[in-house]
């Protein structure tokens, strides 16, 4: 199938949404209000996109954008889990028509870290209900948009909420337990499966996915212990994902060394035929840094490994963008799109984030003009878009590139410290205003033909 090239941006439900008219609370809300001195400068999101879609979806065609990505919040579409919200009915149908008629193609993601509170009552994704409760939330998205949105996502990085809610308490419940982490991922795989079977016998005429960000594990050294580390970072963040989305396995390493450590996690034999089967349509992937490794530096305690078989590494002399502590290194999105070609047999793929968060941008306000030159974001979206060009014409099947994120938003525990946007957004006003790379991009995109 000839595809378009799709240019675009990504943004969520959660980040930019604000409060929906009947909107329960996800594990988001509930620990803001438990704890809003963990967010930064106590900060909401404000975007208010419910009530700006439209100048928001416009600033979207103006830059040549013919794509966005976007998240359904479980919890306005579906307060209680079972009925449906008409206030979230329409703002979403209101939202997909304007994109539609902006000449926008919608690509909707049901799932970006946004756990309901009632199921995480329950234990969130370490349950089986939850397997079921996102199969009802899935079909129901599809009958009530399907008609339209042809491009469906089912999570967005899945080892994020399984590694940040259950391993490094950067999401709620902020549980530090291995057994717990396994059996949330597995359950997310299962609930991806039984949705991607469910889009399909329902023959709506479209394709789904899912979105995996995809950091290349790169070893410190040759040392066997360096290397064993590496093949460990790659297998825990990328393969258990990769492989059951795409192969229909799931590490066998992976298995064994949970038997040796007791580590256990509940499946059923039905679950395992529904691992091997129903591939995804098409892939999307997020690139920010590469992964740095080395061997684990502490000891690996019985349940809880200090990181799963390795550490970070952080290499002497490297590119970083200091607001967010994350390295550059734009090889590494030809790379990730490489291993995709060569590993997962050429899947069509595209960016669907890469972008670059920075502090303080005030500063870079030119005085006479009032517009933020944020050449630093055009080097950093220029140096990445080359090497996807590069990727391209080696073969890659890559389809896309979505920036992360055209306008500022909303960043989890960041709140809104680092702005990622082209589009700079006054979180007092809602104000939104150009940045220099929003021309930028608008030029090259006219002028590229990919
Ligand atoms: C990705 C998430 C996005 C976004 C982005 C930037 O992992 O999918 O939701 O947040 O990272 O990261 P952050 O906002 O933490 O700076």
């Not at 879609?53 to 990505?69: G, H, M, P």
């Not at 307060?79 to 449906?84: H, M």
Request: contains cysteine.
């Amino acid at each position: 199938m000839k595809r378009k090239f799709l240019w675009g941006s990504a943004f969520s439900g959660p980040q930019t949404e604000g409060k929906g008219q009947g909107k329960s609370l996800s594990t988001w809300d509930y620990w803001f209000q438990k704890e809003p001195q963990k967010f930064y400068h106590q900060l909401e999101t404000s975007n208010d996109f419910i009530n700006q879609y439209k100048t928001d979806i416009k600033l979207a065609k103006e830059v040549n954008f013919n794509s966005l990505r976007t998240s359904i919040q479980w919890t306005f579409l579906m307060p209680n889990g079972k009925d449906v919200n008409p206030a979230a009915v329409t703002f979403y149908n209101n939202m997909i028509d304007e994109m539609l008629q902006q000449g926008i193609v919608p690509i909707i993601n049901l799932f970006h870290f946004d756990m309901p509170m009632w199921l995480m009552d329950q234990g969130g994704w370490t349950t089986k209900a939850s397997i079921d409760a996102f199969l009802h939330y899935a079909t129901t998205c599809f009958q009530l948009f399907g008609d339209r949105v042809k491009t469906w996502m089912t999570f967005n990085e899945p080892i994020v909420h399984v590694e940040c809610q259950y391993l490094y308490q950067y999401h709620y419940p902020c549980i530090e337990s291995i057994p717990q982490a396994l059996q949330a991922m597995w359950n997310t795989i299962i609930a991806h499966k039984v949705v991607v079977k469910k889009y399909h016998e329902l023959n709506l005429g479209g394709e789904i996915g899912i979105i995996l960000n995809l950091k290349l594990p790169k070893p410190r050294s040759q040392s066997v212990e360096d290397l064993q580390a590496a093949n460990w970072a790659d297998i825990w963040q990328s393969r258990c994902f990769l492989d059951a989305c795409l192969k229909g396995q799931f590490p066998e390493e992976l298995i064994s060394e949970s038997k040796k450590r007791n580590w256990t996690w509940k499946t059923t034999p039905a679950e395992w035929t529904l691992l091997k089967n129903y591939p995804i349509d098409l892939l999307g992937l997020n690139y920010y840094q590469p992964l740095r490794v080395q061997a684990p530096t502490k000891l690996i305690t019985k349940d809880l490994p200090d990181q799963l078989f390795y550490n970070d590494y952080q290499k002497p002399g490297i590119k970083i963008n200091k607001s967010r502590g994350w390295e550059i290194y734009p090889e590494g999105i030809y790379e990730a799109l490489m291993h995709i070609k060569n590993n997962y047999n050429n899947i069509p793929v595209y960016i669907a984030e890469n972008g670059t968060g920075i502090e303080g941008e005030e500063k870079f306000v030119n005085q006479k003009t009032k517009m933020i030159e944020d050449d630093y974001r055009i080097e950093f979206l220029g140096d990445h878009i080359a090497a996807v060009e590069r990727a391209i014409k080696d073969g890659s099947n890559c389809f896309g590139f979505h920036m992360w994120t055209y306008i500022d938003n909303w960043s989890w525990l960041n709140s809104y410290k680092n702005r990622y946007g082209i589009v700079s957004l006054n979180i007092n006003t809602g104000q939104r205003t150009l940045k220099k790379s929003y021309y930028w991009l608008r030029d090259f995109i006219a002028n590229k033909e990919l």
